[in-house]
């Protein structure tokens, strides 16, 4: 089992352009969380998905943000139109339909600068 | 609001000495507590949760619901703890939303 695997490690964007950050989970889970670690700052909620269903966007941005979590596939983070202040790490994590938070596994995140 | 606070941003210690990882929360209701550990490139983890009352790599740590502490122990630091620490708490509606502290980075100096 690889483990949650996100790409691109690295992901260098100007600003203006789109952003799209790839998520596949653990196999067998079907929950997939998003969070953003600003420079500084700790992990902050995002999204909480399941397959095909947006469960809680509570911590996403109103604008240029959007999450998927397709029937197959990975899930995407798309940021639209970014700018320098979205440069962060966005780190998916994935669990099991039971227990969720003990069975919570990390990506090793998406580091997304801005220029 | 719920909210997870960790004070300090750096720890040092030295090997051999005790480490006290602090966490303070505030939540209205029950709270389910994390620590989770990143090492130097390498993904997070779970370290341990409250709940489940265990000792993971010689850490423990207690929840005290009257201060909203769940601070993280260990009675004698090793160079291999050196990593960046986070304590988390489980939001509301059993969704396994997580909110985090901002993290503290512990040194254990040889």
């Known amino acids: 089992n690889a483990g949650v695997m996100q790409n691109p490690r690295h992901l260098v964007r100007r600003r203006g352009q789109e952003a799209r950050l790839r998520c596949s989970p653990m196999?067998?889970?079907?929950?997939v969380y998003w969070y953003r670690q600003l420079p500084e700052e700790g992990l902050k909620f995002m999204v909480y998905l399941q397959k095909e269903n947006i469960i809680d966007e509570s911590g996403m941005p109103k604008e240029r943000f959007s999450a998927e979590f397709p029937k197959e596939g990975p899930s995407i983070l798309r940021i639209q139109q970014v700018v320098r202040g979205d440069s962060a790490a966005y780190f998916c994590?994935?669990?099991?339909?039971?227990?969720?938070?003990?069975?919570?596994?990390f990506g090793s995140g998406t580091r997304l600068t801005v220029v | 609001a719920q909210r997870v606070t960790q004070p300090e941003k750096l720890l040092s210690v030295f090997k051999g000495a005790p480490v006290e990882l602090k966490c303070n929360y505030s939540y209205s209701g029950s709270p389910e507590l994390f620590w989770y550990v990143q090492y130097s490139r390498q993904r997070l983890q779970l370290l341990l949760r409250?709940?489940s009352r265990e000792s993971i790599k010689g850490f423990t740590a207690d929840l005290n619901k009257g201060e909203t502490s769940f601070h993280l122990k260990k009675p004698f630091a090793q160079e291999e703890d050196s990593a960046m620490y986070y304590c988390a708490l489980s939001g509301p509606g059993n969704t396994g939303k997580l909110i985090f502290g901002q993290g503290t980075t512990l040194q254990v100096k040889p």
């Open positions: 196999k067998g889970h079907s929950h």
């Open positions: 994590a994935s669990s099991p339909l039971t227990d969720r938070a003990k069975g919570y596994t």
């Open positions: 409250h709940i």
